[in-house]
């Protein structure tokens, strides 16, 4: 079976830069081993599989690993395909997910922005183990689907030098080191060794935690974030009450064909 293929890299106006993700459309569902099995053979944090259905555009997630709810940076590779391949001409999409709908819209200069489920973290002990893999110590803790650390300043979070065997041994899906950012209203850092993400570079669907965190704790609900990865990545984001709008840019960086 021959299918389509393309590596874009997400939240990023140029290659080699943001969050690489595969985009791999589909005429029909393949078995899910059959999904994990691309997905691994990418060996990128996420590959995003696009259906077209009677009921519209639908999309699944997959790392190396496993299959996950939600997906920021996948989910912006996808809709740059769609806008720019699959689906030109169209201004607004529609993603049936596991998350529920979700919806992306073409902005001026390359922007798409992302509107997505809030996930407001609850405030949680600190787990035990998590300090001595970080190899520091959060002011607090948070949790939602991800666990946030939150830190002091930025500094604090980009010397995080983190024993990936031990995140991996702790019952979490992943841990989100943040802080106030110097130029950006906040920084993060994304570790998920658990499913085969040891540091993410650029993980929108973290900010569906982050953004309901920092909006009240900065008095903004617009805020430009920074997630200071080594190839790092921009975001424009707005708290919305119930949903979550997460922008960025994107650039194609391969296309072509794959056979199973």
Same mark, same amino acid.
């Given at each position: 079976?021959?299918?389509?293929? *393309?590596?874009?890299?997400?939240? #990023?106006?140029?290659?080699?830069?943001?969050?690489?993700?595969?985009?791999?459309?589909?005429?029909?569902?393949?078995?899910?081993?059959?999904?994990?099995?691309?997905?691994?053979?990418?060996?990128?944090?996420?590959?995003?599989?696009?259906?077209?259905? =009677?009921?519209?555009?639908?999309?699944?997630?997959? #790392?190396?690993?496993? $299959?996950?709810?939600?997906?920021?940076?996948? #989910?912006?590779?996808?809709? *740059?395909? @769609?806008?720019?391949?699959? /689906?030109?001409?169209?201004?607004?999409?529609?993603?049936?997910?596991?998350?529920?709908?979700?919806?992306?819209? $073409?902005? $001026?200069?390359?922007?798409? $922005?992302?509107?997505?489920?809030?996930?407001?973290?609850?405030?949680?002990?600190?787990?035990?183990?998590?300090? !001595?893999?970080?190899?520091?110590?959060?002011? =607090?803790?948070?949790?939602?689907?991800?666990?946030?650390?939150?830190?002091?300043?930025?500094?604090?979070?980009?010397? @995080?030098?983190?024993?990936?065997?031990?995140?991996?041994? @702790?019952?979490?899906?992943?841990?989100?080191?943040?802080?106030?950012?110097? !130029?950006?209203?906040?920084?993060?850092?994304?570790?998920?060794?658990?499913?085969?993400?040891?540091?993410?570079?650029?993980?929108?669907?973290?900010?569906?935690?982050?953004?309901? *965190?920092? /909006?009240?704790?900065?008095?903004? #609900?617009?805020?430009?974030?920074?997630?200071?990865?080594?190839?790092?990545?921009?975001?424009?984001?707005?708290?919305?009450? !119930?949903?979550?709008?997460?922008?960025?840019?994107? /650039?194609? *960086?391969?296309?072509?064909?794959?056979?199973?």
């Amino acid at each position: 079976m021959r299918l389509r293929l *393309y590596q874009v890299d997400a939240f #990023t106006s140029h290659v080699f830069g943001g969050n690489p993700a595969a985009v791999c459309p589909l005429d029909a569902w393949l078995p899910d081993g059959v999904l994990r099995s691309i997905a691994m053979e990418n060996n990128l944090s996420e590959t995003a599989f696009v259906l077209r259905e =009677e009921r519209g555009w639908q999309i699944r997630w997959f #790392t190396p690993a496993q $299959e996950v709810d939600l997906c920021g940076h996948a #989910t912006l590779a996808a809709a *740059y395909i @769609l806008f720019t391949r699959l /689906a030109p001409g169209t201004e607004l999409l529609q993603l049936g997910s596991r998350a529920g709908p979700l919806w992306v819209k $073409e902005l $001026e200069g390359g922007w798409m $922005e992302m509107d997505f489920p809030s996930r407001p973290p609850q405030p949680c002990e600190v787990p035990e183990g998590l300090v !001595e893999a970080l190899g520091a110590e959060p002011r =607090e803790t948070l949790r939602s689907r991800d666990l946030l650390a939150v830190f002091d300043n930025e500094e604090q979070v980009l010397a @995080l030098r983190p024993n990936m065997a031990k995140l991996a041994e @702790l019952d979490l899906f992943s841990v989100v080191a943040t802080a106030p950012g110097r !130029e950006a209203a906040f920084v993060s850092r994304f570790f998920a060794p658990r499913v085969g993400i040891p540091e993410d570079p650029v993980t929108g669907s973290a900010h569906c935690s982050l953004v309901p *965190y920092w /909006a009240p704790r900065l008095g903004k #609900t617009a805020m430009f974030a920074h997630q200071v990865s080594a190839r790092g990545g921009v975001l424009y984001c707005e708290d919305r009450g !119930e949903r979550v709008s997460i922008a960025g840019q994107a /650039a194609l *960086y391969l296309e072509g064909h794959i056979n199973v």
